[in-house]
């Protein structure tokens, strides 16, 4: 990987890659289309989290980083730059004088870091462009910049031409709350503070100087039971999930507690017929409703923890389908057999492997430990939550086999998972059993014996 310097530029590796911007300070980064003299043809040239989308350009909110991918072969002709901006948010120091390095990375289409760039000598600045994607001919490369802007993002996106509001709306980015990227890091990554809150355009306010209960006074008021304001897949206290939609979500049958909004509900099963006839015969999946439209989603499962797993794309998440709450339509899942390992796991003997790039909520019974897989590591197979896909799984046998097996008396450990490999391991504090043999993990018709192979030999 090269490090860039001011002003350097090089090839770009390939027709399509990402640049991520990662900061110590909460940053807005935004991505802006400007033709041959240096500015944009309209606002929709500007790409950024209300905006996350323009020919050949796409931002995501990724958590711990912001992520532009740009596909080369689908930017319109007239493009010839596009700049990667990031500007301070508000919430956190007033210029990036304190507000600690500022990097972005370019990664090709294989994932391979190609080139970064460190902004050095930062002062009184509150926006800089950090780098250009640009075409030269029929060649695209990428340079260095770190120009910087003091008056914000405001001031940076006047200088490319595109119209800000008198009055504008908070500059606060709606990023999501409580991000667990997918693998975890071995150390864990500062994570910025909580913005201010985005109010939701769907749900009515509450009139000035009024609070929800009106003339009743009640510590249930207090801002700690208020709605969390944000867009995505969020957590609504520790059990709760919600979802600022605007669009689709795909979530658990029969999770849905409140909704606030015009959305609309829709039943899928597990989703494709493949995956319906492995359910039939394996009890394992997840019963789905897609939930589209523009509002506010809460979902929770009896009470069960919620965690947020932000998957990259390097790996997969295996996990039971009953601790599925909610996922990203981006990611794509499939009921896969779990090699090496029989019957004992919480996860059963099919699991559901998620993989692809975007969020989860998952759930656990209690708050769970994350281990590090870095030599053999065993759990029970009723707490193992989730684990990397790229894990190998055998069963290790604890207990010899003899009279007293025979007669009942056993340690009551006597089957545990073991892991493999590079990679995590999510174990709950709680040892549910599985539905069967195979375990069933469905909702209404498809809960019961597990399937056809349901209740045999089951513990």
């Given at each position: 990987?090269?490090?860039?310097?001011?002003?350097?530029?090089?090839?770009?590796?390939?027709?399509?890659?990402?640049?991520?911007?990662?900061?110590?300070?909460?940053?807005?980064?935004?991505?802006?289309?400007?033709?041959?003299?240096?500015?944009?043809?309209?606002?929709?040239?500007?790409?950024?989290?209300?905006?996350?989308?323009?020919?050949?350009?796409?931002?995501?909110?990724?958590?711990?980083?912001?992520?532009?991918?740009?596909?080369?072969?689908?930017?319109?002709?007239?493009?010839?730059?596009?700049?990667?901006?990031?500007?301070?948010?508000?919430?956190?120091?007033?210029?990036?004088?304190?507000?600690?390095?500022?990097?972005?990375?370019?990664?090709?289409?294989?994932?391979?870091?190609?080139?970064?760039?460190?902004?050095?000598?930062?002062?009184?600045?509150?926006?800089?462009?950090?780098?250009?994607?640009?075409?030269?001919?029929?060649?695209?490369?990428?340079?260095?910049?770190?120009?910087?802007?003091?008056?914000?993002?405001?001031?940076?996106?006047?200088?490319?031409?595109?119209?800000?509001?008198?009055d504008p709306a908070p500059q606060n980015a709606p990023r999501m709350t409580d991000p667990q990227?997918?693998?975890?890091?071995?150390?864990?990554?500062?994570?910025?503070?909580?913005?201010?809150?985005?109010?939701?355009?769907?749900?009515?306010?509450?009139?000035?100087?009024?609070?929800?209960?009106?003339?009743?006074?009640?510590?249930?008021?207090?801002?700690?039971?208020?709605?969390?304001?944000?867009?995505?897949?969020?957590?609504?206290?520790?059990?709760?999930?919600?979802?600022?939609?605007?669009?689709?979500?795909?979530?658990?049958?029969?999770?849905?507690?409140?909704?606030?909004?015009?959305?609309?509900?829709?039943?899928?099963?597990?989703?494709?017929?493949?995956?319906?006839?492995?359910?039939?015969?394996?009890?394992?999946?997840?019963?789905?409703?897609?939930?589209?439209?523009?509002?506010?989603?809460?979902?929770?499962?009896?009470?069960?923890?919620?965690?947020?797993?932000?998957?990259?794309?390097?790996?997969?998440?295996?996990?039971?389908?009953?601790?599925?709450?909610?996922?990203?339509?981006?990611?794509?899942?499939?009921?896969?057999?779990?090699?090496?390992?029989?019957?004992?796991?919480?996860?059963?003997?099919?699991?559901?492997?998620?993989?692809?790039?975007?969020?989860?909520?998952?759930?656990?019974?209690?708050?769970?430990?994350?281990?590090?897989?870095?030599?053999?590591?065993?759990?029970?197979?009723?707490?193992?939550?989730?684990?990397?896909?790229?894990?190998?799984?055998?069963?290790?046998?604890?207990?010899?086999?003899?009279?007293?097996?025979?007669?009942?008396?056993?340690?009551?450990?006597?089957?545990?998972?073991?892991?493999?490999?590079?990679?995590?391991?999510?174990?709950?504090?709680?040892?549910?059993?599985?539905?069967?043999?195979?375990?069933?993990?469905?909702?209404?018709?498809?809960?019961?014996?597990?399937?056809?192979?349901?209740?045999?030999?089951?513990?």
């Amino acid at each position: 990987m090269r490090q860039l310097s001011p002003g350097e530029n090089q090839p770009l590796p390939s027709s399509t890659i990402r640049v991520q911007v990662r900061s110590a300070s909460p940053v807005n980064t935004s991505a802006i289309l400007v033709t041959d003299n240096g500015r944009v043809r309209s606002d929709a040239d500007f790409v950024f989290y209300n905006q996350p989308s323009a020919r050949g350009v796409q931002y995501r909110d990724e958590g711990s980083v912001d992520t532009v991918t740009v596909d080369t072969t689908a930017v319109d002709r007239d493009v010839s730059t596009i700049a990667v901006t990031a500007s301070l948010d508000g919430t956190g120091p007033s210029s990036f004088a304190t507000a600690g390095a500022l990097q972005a990375t370019v990664f090709d289409a294989a994932g391979t870091a190609a080139a970064d760039f460190t902004v050095p000598g930062l002062t009184s600045e509150t926006a800089v462009v950090c780098l250009e994607v640009y075409r030269r001919g029929d060649q695209w490369k990428v340079r260095a910049v770190g120009q910087g802007y003091d008056n914000g993002l405001s001031g940076l996106a006047t200088a490319f031409g595109i119209t800000v509001d008198d009055d504008p709306a908070p500059q606060n980015a709606p990023r999501m709350t409580d991000p667990q990227p997918w693998p975890p890091t071995a150390s864990p990554t500062p994570q910025p503070p909580t913005p201010s809150p985005v109010p939701n355009p769907a749900v009515a306010p509450v009139a000035a100087g009024r609070t929800p209960g009106g003339s009743m006074q009640s510590e249930l008021f207090a801002p700690d039971h208020a709605e969390v304001q944000a867009q995505g897949i969020t957590k609504q206290g520790s059990k709760m999930c919600r979802v600022g939609l605007n669009g689709d979500v795909m979530a658990r049958q029969g999770s849905m507690v409140a909704y606030q909004g015009d959305l609309h509900f829709e039943a899928l099963g597990s989703g494709g017929i493949g995956r319906m006839v492995r359910q039939a015969v394996t009890g394992e999946g997840v019963p789905l409703m897609k939930v589209s439209g523009r509002g506010d989603l809460f979902l929770a499962d009896n009470a069960s923890d919620v965690h947020l797993i932000d998957l990259d794309g390097s790996d997969g998440l295996t996990i039971n389908g009953s601790n599925v709450l909610a996922f990203e339509p981006s990611l794509q899942y499939n009921v896969e057999r779990m090699n090496g390992a029989g019957a004992m796991s919480n996860a059963g003997m099919f699991n559901c492997v998620f993989t692809g790039r975007g969020r989860i909520a998952i759930t656990t019974n209690g708050s769970p430990v994350v281990l590090n897989v870095a030599g053999d590591t065993y759990a029970d197979p009723q707490a193992a939550v989730a684990w990397s896909s790229s894990l190998r799984t055998s069963v290790k046998t604890n207990d010899n086999f003899g009279l007293n097996t025979l007669l009942g008396r056993s340690t009551g450990e006597r089957f545990t998972l073991a892991f493999a490999g590079q990679g995590f391991v999510v174990v709950q504090p709680s040892e549910q059993p599985p539905g069967g043999f195979i375990g069933g993990t469905g909702q209404g018709k498809d809960a019961g014996v597990g399937g056809a192979l349901g209740g045999f030999l089951g513990r």
